[in-house]
């Protein structure tokens, strides 16, 4: 099993829905990190959490320290937000998941 | 993001022949790594320094070596690429405490015929 979970893997959506991914870690973290990589492209830093709530635009993610689980959210999706949304957590190194691929159409 | 570049973006080569990427930041940051990212996988950790001379393995070391001999540069070596070694390679910088986490580079599609 890997210590860290994404689900869903794939998630299609209509422009302005509201986008839940969600992951899941087994093993004590330090911090956890949401980043985004659109297609052919480079990763992106969007969020680096260890408790709470942070938004930012349209994203916000959240973590639940004691059930070792966090979302992120997208609100109002648009087609620009297409990409795959990739968990992280600071453990005693950055184990990364496997990833959530994202389309939203027009 | 303007502070991490890699060099080259794309290569095809050989089964047998040896292979330097370089990850190049402009940034001074002490941590810098070299990930791996397959189909199926997360990110997968291969090298990381800590300074300029100090290098440490990763999960998937095998078959790669790393060099820092400057602070800005961290590259990352095939000695003698396999078809295993088809991958697409990511550098990363950590930003200080306190930052927004980790700074990646555009990565290196490398293809090993």
């Known amino acids: 099993k890997n210590e860290v979970e994404q689900s869903p893997q794939n998630l299609t959506a209509q422009e302005g829905e509201f986008i839940t991914i969600n992951c899941s870690y087994s093993v004590g973290i330090s911090a956890l990190h949401w980043l985004q990589q659109h297609p052919g492209g480079g990763i992106v830093s969007l969020f680096m959490?260890?408790?709470g709530k942070k938004k930012h635009g349209r994203l916000i993610a959240t973590i639940n320290i004691q059930e070792k689980h966090s979302s992120l959210h997208i609100t109002a999706s648009h087609p620009r937000d297409s990409a795959v949304y990739i968990c992280?957590?600071?453990?005693?190194?950055?184990?990364f998941g496997t990833g959530t691929r994202l389309q939203v159409f027009p | 993001d303007a502070g991490i570049t890699q060099s080259p973006r794309h290569k095809v080569t050989e089964t047998g022949t040896p292979v330097t990427l370089r990850c190049h930041q402009t940034e001074n940051h002490r941590y810098m790594y070299w990930y791996r990212q397959d189909p199926g996988h997360g990110l997968r950790l291969i090298h990381y320094s800590y300074g300029v001379k100090d290098t440490d393995k990763g999960e998937v070391s095998d078959g790669y070596s790393v060099s820092r001999s400057k602070t800005e540069d961290f590259l990352l070596t095939l000695e003698s690429a396999t078809s295993s070694q088809t991958s697409v390679y990511f550098c990363?910088?950590?930003?200080?405490?306190?930052?927004?986490?980790?700074?990646f580079g555009s990565g290196t599609r490398l293809t090993v015929v």
């Open positions: 959490l260890s408790s």
């Open positions: 990363a910088i950590m930003q200080p405490p306190g930052a927004s986490g980790y700074t």
């Open positions: 992280a957590v600071n453990a005693d190194k950055l184990i």
